[in-house]
């Protein structure tokens, strides 16, 4: 299988922003750090105002070479396989990294997935290859990238951090099926970053190391949110994933047709019949990326992210709390102490179509408390980015 590189520098406030096409499809690279220009010997083997030639030696040559590679190797690299790039790229930055994601031909279709499996793993062999990153976080589900990188960690004695998400913890039958090989390379890796306390003790018991690591901030910072439209927009983050309500969302949106409900993710995945029988007030965004994405949440009057899932943390949460907009969250345990300004429901219609009068009635006021939401937020991540700034450069 031959894979092919494709790297468009660009030059934006002395950063390094480089896209990548590798086997089958189209990763990404982002790379907040600056890269130092290598310095170089110019060597003259004719003769100049009677100067003696010097012959370049092949030790030169290497020598030369080797320095420019280390001056441009990141210092730590995020992998991840998902169509959902925004954390590795965030964390990474935030790190004075790069992030690479993976997603090839956006395939969904089960039967192919092995396929997409199977070509992300070789553009992760040539981009470790090429790269020589110094650290490596890695995301997990799936497993794969996490064994890929560890191979590599293994051969360069660099730190493997591994970045396990609730749903890598047994959720589901793939997950339950390599549990043993999630353990044992979470007993090789540096640490395992998770979201709440209780996947840390569980980490722990598999004799590894674990760090609650949650969302760096964006790099977009958006506009104060803008008095309540006349026809409210909520915004419901969602992929179409097995835990998320979306259906009851469906429902509560016919019970506020005041509003507009719009609901995120490929459209691949939702059911069909859900989509036809939803009501005029809900609108199927598709899945959402980069401008788009964040136009769509500094748009929202509110946004809404619910999961049944009572270990997940949403990353859509913290987005909310970082554009300082109104937020309705799942009443769960991980969720609630981690957004103490956010209208909690449950995750049946009735609750959720009161949570969105809520976000209407109180909308000014919840407004007012987004900045402290944000500060809260932000503190909680200073301590977290101090701890992985420790683990990479160990």
Not at 283 to 309: K, S
């Amino acid at each position: 299988m031959t894979a092919t590189w494709e790297l468009h520098g660009a030059a934006r406030a002395g950063t390094n922003s480089n896209s990548l096409a590798l086997a089958g499809g189209t990763g990404s690279i982002t790379s907040s750090e600056t890269t130092p220009r290598a310095h170089v010997t110019q060597r003259v083997d004719g003769r100049s105002n009677g100067a003696t030639p010097r012959r370049v030696s092949r030790d030169d040559e290497r020598r030369d070479k080797e320095q420019s590679a280390a001056l441009t190797r990141p210092k730590v690299s995020f992998i991840a396989w998902a169509e959902d790039s925004g954390r590795a790229h965030e964390v990474a930055a935030a790190l004075g990294g790069e992030a690479c994601t993976f997603y090839q031909l956006r395939i969904v279709w089960k039967p192919l997935v092995p396929l997409r499996y199977l070509l992300s793993a070789v553009s992760t062999c040539i981009y470790l290859i090429s790269r020589r990153p110094r650290a490596v976080i890695v995301t997990n589900p799936p497993i794969f990238p996490g064994l890929i990188a560890l191979l590599y960690c293994i051969a360069t004695k660099a730190p493997l951090l591994l970045d396990s998400h609730p749903s890598a913890f047994g959720g589901g039958p793939v997950a339950k099926h390599v549990a043993g090989v999630h353990a044992w390379l979470a007993r090789r890796a540096a640490t395992t970053m998770v979201a709440v306390p209780e996947l840390a003790k569980i980490v722990t018991a598999w004799g590894g190391r674990a760090d609650i690591v949650h969302e760096a901030p964006p790099a977009h910072r958006t506009a104060p949110a803008s008095p309540l439209s006349s026809r409210p927009r909520i915004v419901y983050i969602g992929r179409f994933a097995g835990d998320e309500p979306t259906a009851e969302v469906v429902e509560a949106a016919r019970l506020v047709p005041e509003t507009d409900v719009l609901i995120t993710g490929d459209v691949r995945k939702c059911p069909a019949l859900l989509r036809k029988s939803a009501p005029a007030n809900v609108i199927f965004t598709g899945f959402l990326e980069g401008h788009d994405y964040n136009r769509a949440l500094e748009q929202a009057d509110a946004i809404m992210v619910l999961t049944r899932h009572p270990l997940a943390v949403n990353r859509g949460a913290y987005e909310a709390v970082y554009f300082e907009r109104p937020l309705i969250i799942s009443d769960l345990p991980a969720m609630t102490p981690l957004f103490p300004y956010a209208i909690s429901v449950s995750n049946d219609s009735a609750s959720i179509a009161r949570g969105i009068q809520s976000a209407i009635e109180l909308h000014p006021e919840l407004v007012s408390a987004c900045p402290q939401a944000r500060a809260l937020q932000e503190q909680r991540w200073q301590h977290q980015l101090d701890r992985l700034r420790e683990l990479v450069s160990c």
